[in-house]
């Protein structure tokens, strides 16, 4: 049971209700039992150092409180682990809503699915909630950024069947029963009747259904990396990442060799610069183009630090100006 000097400042000094929402769901009153009674109402100019608990992966930093407030001072973890959403795509990261959120757009990873995030397209102005990975999933399976209501629009607008779609009935497999129902006019744009696929592209046979490709936009899964292949395999696509790999912790040591670049398995890799071990996932750690460092180690160094800076300031002008141009 608490003692009535820790109900008492849970109950009235801990007042947080003039900063940003985002930071109030990082403060606890129970990490900052060291703070003066009079620094409080925290302000978003308070210079005070206090306690953080990270929303993403529930670890504890110590930064002032105006320096959270303006996002110079985030999660270590959070802002060493994974590239934010911003750097791997910017052109997503122009549809997010920042009035919408309650948190900021520099917090955002592109494997966060845990929290749903609101955006709004550029195009139509149409609003719509999504995780960011299944943001990112989509716009890397079709190479289009459009929201759903314009992808729908485009994909399936004046066509009825898979006739009216002839790069797509290409990869169609038509088998006997098929042709016997009517061929490719008995299948509508929004048929769940689950059928064999051929990629164009890699001759990779694969089964999904109409509605599958049209509308929901999913495509080869051995282009999307995710099928074991000769062209999605980590040992023969990033072979820098598969020599990192020291220990392998959710799978068996002989299915290590299959592995491939969309794989969510967390690996424990071994920085090459600083010989730190970090543990990440396979895809996470393929998002880091070849030659930078993944390690958090090397990546709090005020070399990367200062040219990761430069390079997000970069990727956030280059947003500014196509949002500017499309308007």
């Known amino acids: 049971m608490r003692s009535v000097s820790q109900r008492w400042f849970s109950r009235s000094w801990a007042d947080v209700s003039r900063l940003p929402k985002a930071v109030q769901a990082e403060f606890y009153p129970s990490l900052n039992e060291h703070v003066p009674k009079h620094a409080f109402p925290l302000q978003c100019e308070s210079r005070v150092k206090v306690r953080w608990r990270c929303q993403s992966c529930s670890g504890q930093y110590d930064a ?17 682990s994974e590239p934010m959403l911003g750097q791997v795509a910017p052109v997503l990261a122009a549809d997010f809503d920042e009035k919408a959120n309650d948190r900021r757009l520099s917090s955002v990873r592109p494997t966060d699915r845990k929290t749903s995030c609101a955006w709004q397209c550029q195009q139509c102005g149409s609003g719509w909630r999504e995780t960011a990975l299944s943001r990112y999933e989509r716009w890397q399976r079709t190479r289009h950024s459009e929201c759903p209501s314009c992808e729908t629009f485009r994909l399936s607008n004046g066509a009825e069947s898979l006739a009216d779609l002839p790069g797509l009935a290409n990869e169609l497999c038509i088998t006997s029963s098929l042709e016997k129902e009517g061929g490719l006019r008995s299948l509508s744009v929004s ?43 980590l040992s023969v696509c990033r072979p820098d990442v598969f020599t990192e790999m020291v220990q392998v912790q959710t799978i068996a040591a002989r299915r290590v ?46 070399l990367i630090v200062r040219e990761r800076r430069l390079k997000r300031a970069k990727l956030t002008r280059l947003t500014k100006h196509r949002i500017v141009q499309q308007l």
């Not at 592209?201 to 929901?216: E, G, N, Q, T």
């Open 64 to 80: 002032p409180v105006h320096q959270r407030v303006a996002n110079t001072a985030m999660c270590p973890r959070c802002m060493c």
């Open 191 to 233: 048929s769940e009747q689950m059928l064999s696929w051929i990629c164009s592209r890699c001759v990779y046979r694969f089964d999904a259904s109409v509605c599958d490709r049209v509308r929901r936009g999913i495509g080869c899964p051995a282009c999307q990396g995710k099928a074991v292949t000769d062209n999605t395999l």
């Open 257 to 302: 060799a299959s592995l491939t670049i969309a794989s969510d398995t967390p690996v424990v890799f071994c920085c090459r610069t600083c010989m730190a071990t970090y543990t990440m996932s396979v895809r996470s750690r393929c998002l880091y183009p070849v030659g930078e460092p993944a390690c958090p180690s090397c990546r709090r160094s005020p």
